[in-house]
């Protein structure tokens, strides 16, 4: 083989093409040419300068996110380890995954519901459900800072196996545990969960994190990120916009000190956000493909978790899916009320619609993008790309 024709292969990211056909992507260039944007980056646009115009031609957009959001943002998230098993005994489901020599085990536990007939749907819960899971639903309830320390860098299960300098924050070592619940599923008919309708949901920085896992791992069915704020709903341009206005917002630059969420090498552009070739709109836009549903959850009376930019960069992450003709599969319900992580019976609609189309397999309507907020809502502002009509 031509030694050009090897570094290619080496470098190039295989993903799966709705046709199940493996398709070969670049890879992103070592050093990315990004040029100052302050409104939010067209997810249209690859680094190629080309507009993609074909719904095939996501599948390597959205890989092309990926790395771009593992490089300047998250970290990298590590291939499947090399080995995983599970084991299930009363309601608890032993993980046990070995990679390069080394090994680690958690348990999460499952609560199977009081109807409907095995295999379940289910929901993981990153520490415990802040939402009504329906008795039809089992809830899988996972101890997600046994994997990734909320506090100490470098600490838990995830960074036994990878080392405490792997590039990865907690955000992503979470994710992997999502992972891993999955592949346990699969191989443990006896835990009774199908493990092709789990949903995942968190509250707050658990909230950014559900978003994260179903951004990151296809198989999830369900998104219902909860009052996560920026870093979740919202957009770190839009962030730093409202700080600056006079408001205070969780911003990029505030979220890199002290908390462990992300990688390290955020801090980089944390104080030069537009250069920064992504926005998290484009995190909404992962679930566009392969076709998952997503429902964002907030809540339009706490300004620090910046409800102007939930609103609008919602709507921007929303127009990828419009353009591959799957507009209701992402949710958007802002509701305001006082009990931060409390669940206000106005957004129980919008949850049942999306649970029972997604988890249950009804036909429930899901075309929801609703704020209470008394904002402007000025789009031109924040996007200044249009929905390109894809083929
Ligand atoms: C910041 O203030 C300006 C000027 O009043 C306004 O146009 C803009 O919408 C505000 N931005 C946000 C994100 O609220």
């Keep these: 083989m ?3 024709l090897a570094i290619l292969l080496a470098t190039a990211y295989l993903v799966t093409a709705q046709t199940s056909t493996p398709v070969a992507c670049p890879s992103i260039p070592a050093s990315v040419n990004y040029v100052a944007n302050p409104k939010l980056p067209d997810p249209f646009l690859p680094l190629s300068g080309t507009r993609i115009t074909k719904k095939d031609q996501w599948a390597c957009r959205k890989e092309e996110i990926k790395q771009l959001m593992y490089r300047y943002e998250f970290g990298v998230m590590p291939p499947k380890p090399s ?5 299930f005994s009363s309601n608890s489901l032993k993980i046990t995954v070995s990679e390069g020599g080394k090994s680690t085990s958690f348990s999460v536990s499952i609560k199977l519901p009081s109807s409907g007939t095995a295999p379940y749907p289910a929901i993981i819960a990153y520490g415990a459900p802040s939402l009504p899971v329906p008795n039809t639903v089992a809830t899988i309830t996972y101890q997600n800072f046994d994997i990734a320390a909320d506090n100490g860098r470098g600490q838990g299960k995830f ?7 792997h590039s990865a924050g907690a955000m992503i070592g ?3 545990g999502v992972s891993r619940i999955i592949d346990a599923l699969e191989k443990t008919p006896d835990a009774k969960i199908d493990p092709k309708r789990v949903g995942v949901t968190g509250c707050s920085r658990n909230g950014k994190g559900a978003m994260v896992a179903g951004a990151f791992e296809d198989r999830i069915a369900l ?11 919202g957009c770190w341009r839009i962030a730093d916009e409202i700080q600056k206005n006079g408001t205070t917002v969780e911003t ?8 462990t969420w992300y990688s390290n090498d955020f801090k ?3 104080d030069v956000v537009p250069t920064i070739p992504f926005d998290n709109h484009m995190m909404h836009a992962l679930y566009a493909y392969p076709p998952r549903g997503v429902l964002i959850i907030e809540n339009t009376a706490i300004d620090y978790l910046g409800p102007p930019s939930n609103y609008h960069c919602a709507a921007a992450g929303s127009k990828v899916f419009e353009a591959m003709g799957i507009k209701d599969y992402m949710g958007f ?22 649970i029972g189309r997604f988890l249950l397999g009804k036909d429930s309507k899901t075309d929801v993008f609703k704020t209470d907020g008394k904002f402007t809502i000025d789009e031109k502002r924040w996007i200044d790309w249009s929905v390109p009509s894809l083929t």
């Design 2 to 4: 031509a030694p050009f």
């Design 83 to 87: 080995s995983v098993t599970a084991s």
């Design 159 to 165: 960074y036994d196996i990878y080392g405490k300098d």
């Design 174 to 176: 979470w994710a992997w």
């Design 223 to 233: 998104s219902l990120p909860q009052e996560g704020g920026q870093g979740g709903a």
């Design 252 to 259: 990029a630059h505030q979220i890199v000190n002290g908390d």
């Design 268 to 270: 980089k552009y944390v």
């Design 333 to 354: 319900s802002s509701n305001s009320h006082s009990n931060h992580c409390g669940f206000p019976s106005a957004q129980q609609p919008e949850l049942t619609a999306f």
